[in-house]
C-alpha cells in the first residue's frame, strides 16, 4: 500500500510531535556509524579540556530545560558538529568555565643514553703521575750509593754451622747423649751420659762465688711442647760432668717427627742466679729411634738469657655474700732447685696485704723431694668487698730446710700491686666473675722484679 507524499508528511509530523519531544527513543539516533578521521596531537591534548566543558555545559544545560522549546533532530545535529568544530579550533571557550583551568606541565625529556661499562679504557681514574727521571752515566758514581740500605740483616738468619764450626767458634763444650723408642708403651728414653770441656763460671759471669769450678746440672723438654720436663742431679765443681740418667716422655710414635730434643746445661748457684751455659736442639724428624742412637753435639749460645724460676697454678674464688676469698694452689713445675744435694721440698706461703700492711699470712704443706709439685689446698681469707679493691696477695714458693733458714724460690703480687699484666687480668677475672673459680698459670718473678712495681712494706715480706 502506498501512500502519498501528504499522507507521509502528516505521519512524520505526528510521529514528530507524540515521540520525539524529548528525543528518549533509539530511532532519534543516528545509527549510521561515524566516518574514520584520523586523531591529531591537537586532539590529545584538547581531549582533557573537552571533558571538562561538557561538564559544565550539561550543568548549564540541565538549568535551562524548564525554559528552553524542544529542538528538532536536524538543529540538535548542527549545533553538536558546531560545538565540535569549535572546541577542536578556538582555544578561547576555556574563559567560560566556571572555574580557571591550568595548563599541565610537561614531562621532562630523560636522556637514555646507554652506559658504558668498560669506561675505564677510555678515561683514567686517576691521575698520570709525573714520569720519573732517571740518573745518567755520568751521574753514577760509588759515592752515590746509600751502604746503609744494602747491608743484610745477619743477625736474623741462623747460622748453618756443622759441629766442628760450632765447637771452635762458640767454645762451650759438647755433650753425649741417646735416644731410644718403644713401641710397646709409647714412651721415648733420653739418657743424658757426660759433658766434656765446659767453660769456667768467670767466661759466663763475673759474679760468681767460685770463677774456677762450675755445677753443672741439665734441663731436659721436648720442644714445642715443653709443659714436661726433666732434671739432672748437680755435679759438684766439675768441668767434665758425668750423669748416666734416664727420663722418660710418653708421646705417640706419629707425633716424634714434631718434636725436638732440647737439653739446657746450666751452672747451680745457691747464693746467686743460676747461669746458662749452653744449649742444644736435636730435631728428632728422620732418625730411626726404635734402633736407638748414640751421639755427641756441641753446645751453642741460649738464645735469651733467661732465669726460669718456674710457673704456679692457682685459682682463685671470692664470695660477697660470706665475704671469703679462696686461693687454690693447684700445683707447680719446673721450680728452680735450690739445694746442691739432694731434691727440693717446695711449699707456698701467701700473705693477705692491705693498705700496705701485711694482715695475715698461711702457708700450704710442703713436698719432698720433688720440682714439679702438686699441693690442691686451699686458703681462705675473710675479706669484704670494699677492702678486696684495695688489698694485695704476695704468693711466694720456698724450699724447706730442717736444719737452715728456708730457701726462696720466686714470687708473684695479684690484687692492687701487682706483678704484671696476666696477674692483673686474673684479679680482674675474678672480680668480674664472682662465685666462680677462675684458675691461671703464674710465671714466678724474682725479689728484684717484684720492688719495681711493689712498695717496700711488700718487699720485705
Same mark, same amino acid.
Given at each position: 500500500?502506498?501512500?502519498? +507524499?501528504?499522507?507521509?508528511?502528516?505521519?512524520?509530523?505526528?510521529?514528530?510531535?507524540?515521540?520525539?519531544?524529548?528525543?528518549?527513543?533509539?530511532?532519534?539516533?543516528?545509527?549510521?556509524?561515524?566516518?574514520?578521521?584520523?586523531?591529531?596531537?591537537?586532539?590529545?591534548?584538547?581531549?582533557?579540556?573537552?571533558?571538562?566543558?561538557?561538564?559544565?555545559?550539561?550543568?548549564?544545560?540541565?538549568?535551562?530545560?524548564?525554559?528552553?522549546?524542544?529542538?528538532?533532530?536536524?538543529?540538535?545535529?548542527?549545533?553538536?558538529?558546531?560545538?565540535?568544530?569549535?572546541?577542536?579550533?578556538?582555544?578561547?571557550?576555556?574563559?567560560?568555565?566556571?572555574?580557571?583551568? +591550568?595548563?599541565?606541565?610537561?614531562?621532562?625529556?630523560? /636522556?637514555?643514553?646507554?652506559?658504558?661499562?668498560?669506561?675505564?679504557?677510555?678515561?683514567?681514574?686517576?691521575?698520570?703521575?709525573?714520569?720519573?727521571?732517571?740518573?745518567?752515566?755520568?751521574?753514577?758514581?760509588?759515592?752515590?750509593?746509600?751502604?746503609?740500605?744494602?747491608?743484610?740483616?745477619?743477625?736474623?738468619?741462623?747460622?748453618?754451622?756443622?759441629?766442628?764450626?760450632?765447637?771452635?767458634?762458640?767454645?762451650?763444650?759438647?755433650?753425649?747423649?741417646?735416644?731410644?723408642?718403644?713401641?710397646?708403651?709409647?714412651?721415648?728414653?733420653?739418657?743424658?751420659? @757426660?759433658?766434656?770441656?765446659?767453660?769456667?763460671?768467670?767466661?759466663?759471669?763475673?759474679?760468681?762465688?767460685?770463677?774456677?769450678?762450675?755445677?753443672?746440672?741439665?734441663?731436659?723438654?721436648?720442644?714445642?711442647?715443653?709443659?714436661?720436663?726433666?732434671?739432672?742431679?748437680?755435679?759438684?765443681?766439675?768441668?767434665?760432668?758425668?750423669?748416666?740418667?734416664?727420663?722418660?716422655?710418653?708421646?705417640?710414635?706419629?707425633?716424634?717427627?714434631?718434636?725436638?730434643?732440647?737439653?739446657?746445661?746450666?751452672?747451680?748457684?745457691?747464693?746467686?742466679?743460676?747461669?746458662?751455659?749452653?744449649?742444644?736442639?736435636?730435631?728428632?724428624?728422620?732418625?730411626?729411634?726404635?734402633?736407638?742412637?748414640?751421639?755427641?753435639?756441641?753446645?751453642?749460645?741460649?738464645?735469651?738469657?733467661?732465669?726460669?724460676?718456674?710457673?704456679?697454678?692457682?685459682?682463685?674464688?671470692?664470695?660477697?655474700?660470706?665475704?671469703?676469698?679462696?686461693?687454690?694452689?693447684?700445683?707447680?713445675?719446673?721450680?728452680?732447685?735450690?739445694?746442691?744435694?739432694?731434691?727440693?721440698?717446695?711449699? &707456698?706461703?701467701?700473705?693477705? &696485704?692491705?693498705?700496705?700492711?701485711?694482715?695475715?699470712?698461711?702457708?700450704?704443706?710442703?713436698?719432698?723431694?720433688?720440682? /714439679?709439685?702438686?699441693?690442691? @689446698?686451699?686458703?681462705?681469707?675473710?675479706?669484704?668487698?670494699?677492702?678486696?679493691?684495695?688489698?694485695?696477695?704476695?704468693?711466694?714458693?720456698?724450699?724447706?730446710?730442717?736444719?737452715?733458714?728456708?730457701?726462696? &724460690?720466686?714470687?708473684? &703480687?695479684?690484687?692492687?700491686?701487682?706483678?704484671?699484666?696476666?696477674?692483673?687480668?686474673?684479679?680482674?677475672?675474678?672480680?668480674?666473675?664472682?662465685?666462680?673459680?677462675?684458675?691461671?698459670?703464674?710465671?714466678?718473678?724474682?725479689?728484684?722484679?717484684?720492688?719495681?712495681?711493689?712498695?717496700?712494706?711488700?718487699?720485705?715480706?
Amino acid at each position: 500500500m502506498f501512500l502519498t +507524499k501528504t499522507a507521509k508528511k502528516l505521519l512524520e509530523s505526528l510521529w514528530s510531535l507524540t515521540c520525539c519531544e524529548y528525543g528518549c527513543c533509539d530511532c532519534c539516533h543516528d545509527d549510521s556509524p561515524p566516518p574514520h578521521k584520523r586523531i591529531t596531537k591537537s586532539d590529545i591534548q584538547h581531549s582533557f579540556r573537552d571533558s571538562l566543558s561538557r561538564l559544565d555545559s550539561t550543568s548549564s544545560a540541565a538549568e535551562s530545560t524548564s525554559t528552553a522549546t524542544p529542538r528538532s533532530i536536524h538543529e540538535r545535529a548542527e549545533s553538536d558538529s558546531v560545538s565540535r568544530a569549535d572546541s577542536v579550533s578556538s582555544a578561547t571557550s576555556a574563559s567560560q568555565f566556571s572555574f580557571e583551568y +591550568k595548563k599541565p606541565t610537561t614531562t621532562p625529556i630523560i /636522556d637514555m643514553k646507554p652506559i658504558e661499562f668498560w669506561a675505564a679504557n677510555k678515561e683514567t681514574i686517576q691521575p698520570k703521575q709525573g714520569r720519573r727521571r732517571l740518573p745518567s752515566e755520568t751521574e753514577i758514581t760509588i759515592e752515590n750509593f746509600q751502604k746503609d740500605l744494602y747491608k743484610s740483616d745477619k743477625t736474623n738468619i741462623p747460622a748453618c754451622l756443622t759441629d766442628e764450626e760450632k765447637l771452635s767458634k762458640y767454645q762451650l763444650g759438647q755433650i753425649h747423649f741417646g735416644l731410644h723408642y718403644e713401641v710397646s708403651t709409647g714412651v721415648l728414653v733420653v739418657k743424658i751420659i @757426660e759433658a766434656r770441656e765446659l767453660p769456667p763460671p768467670y767466661c759466663l759471669d763475673e759474679h760468681k762465688q767460685d770463677l774456677a769450678h762450675s755445677n753443672p746440672y741439665c734441663r731436659v723438654s721436648l720442644v714445642p711442647d715443653a709443659k714436661s720436663s726433666h732434671q739432672t742431679s748437680v755435679q759438684r765443681k766439675t768441668q767434665d760432668p758425668s750423669w748416666s740418667e734416664y727420663f722418660m716422655f710418653e708421646i705417640p710414635f706419629k707425633e716424634l717427627g714434631d718434636r725436638t730434643l732440647e737439653i739446657l746445661i746450666k751452672d747451680f748457684d745457691k747464693y746467686s742466679r743460676h747461669c746458662n751455659i749452653g744449649q742444644v736442639h736435636f730435631p728428632l724428624e728422620g732418625l730411626n729411634l726404635v734402633k736407638g742412637i748414640h751421639t755427641w753435639k756441641p753446645l751453642s749460645p741460649c738464645n735469651a738469657d733467661r732465669h726460669e724460676l718456674g710457673e704456679l697454678l692457682l685459682s682463685l674464688n671470692y664470695l660477697p655474700s660470706a665475704g671469703r676469698l679462696n686461693i687454690d694452689v693447684i700445683k707447680a713445675k719446673q721450680l728452680l732447685q735450690t739445694d746442691i744435694v739432694g731434691g727440693s721440698d717446695p711449699f &707456698v706461703k701467701i700473705t693477705l &696485704v692491705h693498705f700496705e700492711k701485711p694482715v695475715k699470712t698461711k702457708k700450704t704443706t710442703f713436698k719432698k723431694n720433688t720440682l /714439679d709439685p702438686v699441693f690442691n @689446698e686451699s686458703i681462705t681469707f675473710n675479706i669484704t668487698h670494699q677492702q678486696l679493691e684495695t688489698a694485695s696477695l704476695v704468693i711466694s714458693v720456698w724450699d724447706y730446710n730442717s736444719k737452715s733458714k728456708d730457701d726462696f &724460690v720466686g714470687r708473684v &703480687v695479684l690484687g692492687k700491686y701487682g706483678t704484671g699484666p696476666h696477674e692483673a687480668n686474673h684479679w680482674l677475672r675474678m672480680l668480674q666473675s664472682q662465685r666462680v673459680p677462675v684458675a691461671q698459670w703464674h710465671s714466678l718473678r724474682t725479689r728484684q722484679e717484684c720492688d719495681q712495681v711493689s712498695p717496700a712494706s711488700i718487699a720485705v715480706l
